[in-house]
């Protein structure tokens, strides 16, 4: 049936808005859920010598390209690129930052060039947060930290709250990435030589706000009541961290790496069942089994096959139907002269253990595994 044309000139202008909408509207609000098994991997700008404090130093990778980089996950396989937002050095790997420094002379564009290049061959770009530790963050606020170790050293206080969620909301308005991991999401003193929280007066005055009354003196606390306050100052981290993600993106992944899958700050917390991506890093992959029970319905689970040396073991993992609907990932230290991952059998024995399990999701990633 013919439409008069009054309601013809009405269906073009509706077509010609849609179009004009689907041109405009960022990628990464347009990404569906990914269908097919998530593979993944990280070229780790982390970690290197030379750091004040075991991170490397800012601007140590900064040379990186975008198109060797993005040529170099091609090759490898992955559907998944994960890169950075910004670092445990605290800076940000893309220009026009505002919350986070930018990173000491960052020769490209990196994350927003490099989420272009996937978004282009049709794979996900993922960002990174280091959680509990930011060396420039403790640098620039020492009464708001245990200060500015390789540790988890960031108590989750309300003005580091407010930076982190800017960050968020900045990076995923500036770059199009479709989301990011979540690291070492954990309240201090977690990884350090110490045991229990030191209640610094920041902390003292998170109790008040988690707690509604009065803090009662360090002596006055228990272990209990303390763990409930980490708990407690967990949750909320996470219930901003998600506001500010999915406030900007609604359809913005977010993926939390774990190291401790059963550590008690964690155990039974709303994070595992809110979160999109839940990955054990831990070489170890039968802690997934319970965690399978506290995941939401919705969330994907991962394992870390590379990252951890001769500690990870990818064969374990691949080809057993236990784990065919599992995401499979990996990371390793990038080298400072290439900014691309070590290789070869020679040099630091976590790197060529890497190296070789690097080989493996090679082969894993080129649908040598079971669909």
Same mark, same amino acid.
């Given at each position: 049936? $013919? ?8 269906? +073009? ?29 990280? +070229? ?20 990186? @390209? ?47 060039? +490099? ?27 020492? &009464? ?22 800017? %960050? ?13 991991? +979540? ?18 007066? %920041? ?33 909320? $981290? ?55 029970? &506290? ?8 394992? $870390? ?18 784990? @065919? ?47």
């Amino acid at each position: 049936m $013919c439409a008069n044309p009054s309601t013809r000139l009405k269906i +073009i202008l509706c077509l010609l808005s849609l179009a004009i909408v689907a041109t405009w509207w960022p990628a990464s609000a347009t990404s569906a859920e990914p269908s097919e098994r998530i593979t993944g991997f990280c +070229i780790d700008f982390n970690w290197a010598p030379g750091g004040s404090n075991g991170f490397a130093p800012p601007g140590l990778f900064a040379q990186a @390209d975008p198109k060797a980089h993005f040529q170099w996950y091609k090759d490898l396989g992955v559907n998944t690129i994960q890169t950075f937002c910004v670092s445990c050095d605290g800076y940000a790997w893309y220009r026009d930052s505002r919350p986070a420094p930018v990173e000491p002379g960052l020769k490209h564009d990196f994350l927003k060039e +490099i989420t272009a290049l996937g978004h282009d061959n049709g794979m996900r770009v993922m960002g990174y947060f280091c959680v509990g530790a930011n060396t420039y963050w403790a640098q620039q606020h020492p &009464e708001l930290s245990y200060g500015a170790d390789s540790n988890i050293h960031i108590p989750f206080t309300t003005e580091y709250l407010d930076y982190l969620s800017a %960050c968020i909301k900045d990076v995923l308005i500036k770059t199009g990435i479709d989301g990011f991991m +979540i690291d070492w999401v954990f309240s201090p003193p977690t990884l350090m030589k110490e045991t229990k929280v030191r209640w610094l007066p %920041c902390e003292q005055q998170v109790y008040v706000e988690l707690f509604g009354r009065p803090f009662p003196g360090k002596d006055k606390i228990g272990v209990k009541e303390e763990l409930a306050f980490q708990r407690r100052a967990l949750d909320r $981290c996470w219930q901003r961290i998600h506001e500010a993600a999915k406030s900007t993106n609604p359809k913005c992944v977010i993926w939390l790496s774990c190291f401790d899958l059963r550590h008690p700050q964690v155990v039974g917390s709303k994070i595992f069942q809110e979160v999109d991506w839940l990955m054990n890093e831990n070489p170890d992959p039968t802690s997934l089994a319970a965690v399978r029970k &506290e995941a939401g319905p919705h969330t994907k689970i991962m394992q $870390c096959l590379c990252g951890w040396g001769d500690k990870h073991d990818p064969r374990r993992v691949v080809g057993n139907p236990k784990y @065919d609907d599992v995401g499979f990932y990996g990371f390793a230290a990038a080298n400072p002269a290439t900014t691309l991952p070590f290789h070869g059998t020679k040099g630091d024995a976590r790197n060529v253990g890497d190296a070789r399990n690097i080989e493996v999701l090679r082969d894993v990633f080129h649908n040598k595994m079971p669909k």
